[in-house]
Nanobody
């Protein structure tokens, strides 16, 4: 069973940067496209960023375009989310997820999920 472990969350001020990491194990990392999702208190989980199997293609939610960048290192079985110019509305638990097939970034289409890491952005 694939396991995903996120790290890098924390408390920052508006305008700061954070880099989240997600380590993949118990599978072949390069066989999976990886997504980042987030869930704020009282809200539904939403797509943030996604990256293809090789890292050659990325997708972003409109709310984070130009501020967040997803990348992956297949040699390290790790996917990253670089978050710049953070805003209080970015406060959420951030989850990474893996999907073996498909191309959409709908949460129900992802096969495996991490337990999440909390990002809190103060104003």
């Amino acid at each position: 069973q694939v396991q995903l472990v996120e790290s890098g969350g924390g408390l920052v001020q508006a305008g700061d940067s954070l880099r989240l990491s997600c380590t993949f194990s118990r599978g072949i990392f390069s066989n999976y496209r990886m997504g980042w999702f987030r869930q704020a208190p009282g809200k539904e989980r939403e797509f943030v960023a996604g990256i293809s199997w090789t890292g050659g293609s990325t997708d972003y939610a409109d709310s984070v375009k130009g501020r967040f960048t997803s990348s992956r290192d297949n040699a390290k079985n790790t996917v990253y989310l670089q978050m710049n110019s953070l805003k209080p509305e970015d406060t959420a638990v951030y989850y990474c997820a893996a999907a073996r097939i498909g191309s959409s970034w709908i949460a129900t289409g992802m096969n495996y999920w991490g337990k999440g890491t909390l990002v809190t952005v103060s104003s």
